[in-house]
């Protein structure tokens, strides 16, 4: 899956972006390369889900996939 985020230079310094897509999701870094980590963060973190909070029956299947 592939996600446009917004990339912004910060007015003190560093950098912070917003993923459009996912309502809210949003982070900063104070170099390049910190956001860029930061950015896999925050959206593993806004698309994640308990799932012991979902009704989950003995003939459901929980898979982790990668996007």
Do not use: R
Not at 14 to 39: R, V
């Amino acid at each position: 899956m592939k996600i446009k985020v917004v990339i912004h230079e910060a007015e003190e310094g560093g950098y912070w972006a917003e993923i459009p897509s996912i309502h809210g999701c949003a982070t900063q870094g104070d170099t390049f390369d910190e956001l860029i980590s930061n950015i896999y963060e925050a959206v593993e973190g806004a698309l994640s889900v308990d799932v012991e909070e979902i009704n989950v029956s003995d003939k459901d299947l929980v898979m982790e996939i990668a996007i």
